[in-house]
């Protein structure tokens, strides 16, 4: 039997190096030196050699199958037949030094005896009873200090006009020359196009406008009747939210307070009419 001579002398004359064999077949070059040499003992014995001899033989140009039949012949019964010697020796009659140290466990061992040691500490705590959950507590603590009652409240001087019911604003949108605007009025869009010279909108804002406005230099506006501010320079598109609480920022320096003057000026009549004319009983 020369089942490693054949396929070394099949290697060489391929003209291949243990290690271009390795690379190809993805068997360590030692294994591959060992099957050379007929060391099948360093082999993983079984289904593990079978498959080196096939891989090796077919990149040497041997026949796979018939290499790895001679060698199931030559080698795996030969191996059956051989009678254990180990099983007829005595257990008194084993030589101690042929016994791994106690201190030396392979990690095979080493992993069976962590997977019991898991298996019997599970098993312990299934058998374990489980503590009830303790019930909270509900602690009612009644407070000893009576709690004064609300102050009524106190009746406020106003206008005659809630924020819900006072007017809309005005707002006047013009365009100076070639200006694009987009405008939506409380969340509708009522605005989009491109105003020329001359171009006029007029919007009704109750709570909320957003503005859009492609050249600021070419557009002017109001809001009830006081001229706006500049919104920014020229060709530099710009967009603002205004609402009534923001809207007096947009109005030119000095005319801020014209609106807050117009909504007090019947109050003023009315006062003024009161004391020049006072009512008779």
């Given amino acids: 039997m020369d089942i490693g001579g054949e396929l070394r002398a099949a290697r060489r004359g391929r003209k291949r190096s243990i290690e271009q064999i390795a690379r190809i077949t993805k068997i360590s070059p030692t294994l591959l030196r060992a ?8 082999v993983p014995g079984g289904l593990f050699t079978r498959g080196y001899l096939r891989a090796y033989a077919r990149e040497v140009g041997l026949d796979p199958e018939a290499l ?21 020796v005595a257990s008194h009659d084993v030589d101690t030094a042929d016994l791994a140290p106690a201190g030396e466990s392979s990690p095979g061992q080493i992993i069976q005896i962590c997977v019991i040691v898991i298996v019997v500490a599970a098993y312990f705590a299934w058998l374990r009873p489980s503590k009830p959950a303790a019930r909270p507590q509900t602690v ?8 004064p009652p609300a102050p009524e409240p106190k009746p406020v001087a106003t206008t005659g006009q809630s924020p819900s019911a006072r007017p809309p604003l005005d707002v006047d949108l013009q365009a100076e020359g070639p200006c694009w605007v987009a405008a939506a009025v409380d969340g509708s869009n009522v605005v989009a196009r491109l105003m020329t ?85």
């Fill in 197 to 281: 010279a001359g171009g006029h909108e007029r919007l009704q804002v109750a709570d909320h406008l957003a503005l859009r406005v492609g050249d600021p230099a070419m557009f002017v506006f109001s809001i009830d009747g006081v001229p706006g501010r500049s919104l920014g320079r020229a060709g530099q598109a710009v967009s603002i939210q205004i609402d009534r609480d923001n809207y007096e920022t947009f109005l030119q320096p000095g005319r801020q307070h014209e609106r807050a003057t117009d909504d007090l000026r019947p109050v003023a009549d009315v006062a003024r009419a009161a004391v020049c004319c006072p009512r008779i009983p």
């Fill in 68 to 88: 790895v039949q001679r060698y199931r012949t030559e080698v795996e019964c030969a191996v059956a037949e051989a009678p254990e010697a180990h099983d007829a």
């Fill in 140 to 147: 009612v603590v009644q407070s000893a200090v009576a709690t």
């Fill in 35 to 42: 099957i050379e040499n007929n060391d099948f003992d360093r």
